[in-house]
């Protein structure tokens, strides 16, 4: 049996992906099972429902000498701790490769896309396609939707353009109103504590040999989390503390300006004054990692 996860703190991509690479894998003639590694925000579970499928179960075990795929990682730091233990026979990613280390030689599909989910879709022979039923197709579409922020972040390409199009064909969808109910989902940050945003959409990185957790919430409007900024400041120090990182990093994403506003708990960047806003900062891949590599001094 093969166990398909995706990384820590899941979104969309993470879970839907996994889910529909265990499916491929089971196409392919193999036995295959997506799990889950955390809790699913509103907008993955807005996708499953909308879909009419079940969500993978939590993986509540270890992985110790397991085969596994990975799915939307390859940071050590982003998946289970028994990762380290597994045999990890495939990898399907689209973010920059981290330092996960195999036993033996796995199947390594990594490309410049904008979601894991296009790069799945393309690996598929036509055949694979035709037996996806429209709601498997649902999953993939919602992945990419949001992970390319409905085709409109920097990370966005024509592969991604054009694996929506076959999408949105299969399912039959209302791309516009899928879209905007999908980014209702994705922004919705009403009821949720601090601690709950701050988990929503965090990730683990090693940058010039700092620890850094870089936490990212995308918003209609910067002001809809006004009430809780001074709890989440506290969150993000409190996580720092718990997780021994150097830096812990909110990005408050405007989808709608397209800007983000940076704020920072740790001492790594203490010198630059907060918020940071960076104008057309919409991607945490692309652009987010880039600017810390370009301010973190390496590590003493």
Same mark, same amino acid.
């Given at each position: 049996?093969?166990?398909?996860?995706?990384?820590?703190?899941?979104?969309?991509? $993470?879970?839907?992906? $996994?889910?529909?690479?265990?499916?491929?894998?089971?196409?392919? %003639?193999?036995? $295959?099972?997506?799990?889950?590694?955390?809790?699913?925000?509103?907008?993955?579970?807005?996708? &499953?429902?909308?879909?009419?499928?079940?969500?993978?179960?939590?993986?509540? &075990?270890?992985?110790?000498? /397991?085969?596994?795929?990975?799915?939307? &990682?390859?940071?050590?730091? *982003? %998946?289970?701790?028994?990762?380290?233990?597994?045999?990890?026979?495939?990898?399907?990613?689209?973010?920059?490769?981290?330092?996960?280390?195999?036993?033996?030689?796995?199947?390594?599909?990594?490309? !410049?896309?904008?979601?894991?989910?296009?790069?799945?879709? *393309?690996?598929?022979?036509?055949?694979?396609?035709? *037996?996806?039923?429209?709601?498997?197709?649902?999953? /993939?579409?919602?992945?990419? /939707?949001?992970?390319?922020?409905?085709?409109?972040? !920097?990370?966005?390409?024509?592969?991604?353009? *054009?694996?929506?199009?076959?999408?949105?064909?299969?399912?039959?969808?209302?791309?516009?109103?899928?879209?905007?109910?999908?980014?209702?989902?994705?922004?919705?940050?009403? %009821?949720?504590?601090?601690?709950?945003?701050?988990?929503?959409?965090? +990730?683990?990185?090693?940058?010039?040999?700092?620890?850094?957790?870089?936490?990212?919430?995308?918003?209609?409007?910067?002001?809809?989390?006004?009430?809780?900024?001074?709890?989440?400041?506290?969150?993000?120090?409190?996580?720092?503390?718990?997780?021994?990182?150097?830096?812990?990093?909110?990005?408050?994403?405007?989808?709608?300006? %397209?800007?983000?506003?940076?704020?920072?708990?740790?001492?790594? /960047?203490?010198?630059?004054?907060?918020?940071? +806003?960076?104008?057309?900062?919409?991607?945490?891949?692309k652009q987010m990692l880039p600017w810390l590599e370009s301010h973190l001094?390496?590590?003493?």
């Amino acid at each position: 049996m093969i166990h398909v996860i995706g990384h820590l703190n899941p979104d969309s991509d $993470a879970i839907c992906t $996994a889910a529909m690479t265990a499916r491929w894998l089971t196409l392919r %003639g193999q036995q $295959a099972t997506a799990w889950r590694a955390g809790e699913p925000n509103r907008e993955t579970q807005f996708i &499953f429902a909308h879909a009419g499928l079940d969500m993978p179960e939590r993986l509540t &075990f270890p992985l110790t000498d /397991l085969d596994v795929w990975v799915v939307d &990682f390859t940071e050590p730091t *982003q %998946g289970p701790e028994s990762l380290s233990e597994s045999n990890v026979v495939g990898i399907i990613d689209h973010h920059r490769l981290g330092g996960l280390v195999t036993r033996l030689p796995p199947e390594v599909w990594v490309k !410049p896309v904008g979601s894991s989910a296009t790069l799945l879709w *393309q690996l598929m022979t036509d055949d694979e396609r035709s *037996q996806l039923s429209s709601a498997e197709a649902v999953l /993939l579409l919602g992945a990419i /939707l949001s992970d390319t922020v409905t085709l409109r972040s !920097p990370t966005t390409t024509s592969d991604d353009s *054009q694996a929506v199009g076959a999408l949105v064909q299969k399912t039959g969808v209302d791309l516009d109103a899928f879209s905007r109910d999908l980014l209702s989902a994705k922004t919705s940050v009403e %009821g949720m504590s601090a601690r709950e945003l701050l988990h929503k959409d965090i +990730k683990t990185f090693t940058i010039h040999g700092h620890k850094v957790c870089v936490a990212q919430l995308e918003l209609y409007a910067l002001r809809q989390v006004d009430g809780v900024l001074d709890d989440l400041r506290e969150e993000m120090t409190r996580y720092a503390e718990e997780n021994q990182a150097a830096l812990v990093v909110l990005m408050l994403t405007d989808i709608n300006l %397209g800007d983000t506003s940076l704020w920072f708990a740790g001492s790594a /960047l203490s010198d630059i004054p907060q918020p940071c +806003k960076v104008e057309g900062m919409l991607s945490r891949k692309k652009q987010m990692l880039p600017w810390l590599e370009s301010h973190l001094k390496p590590r003493q």
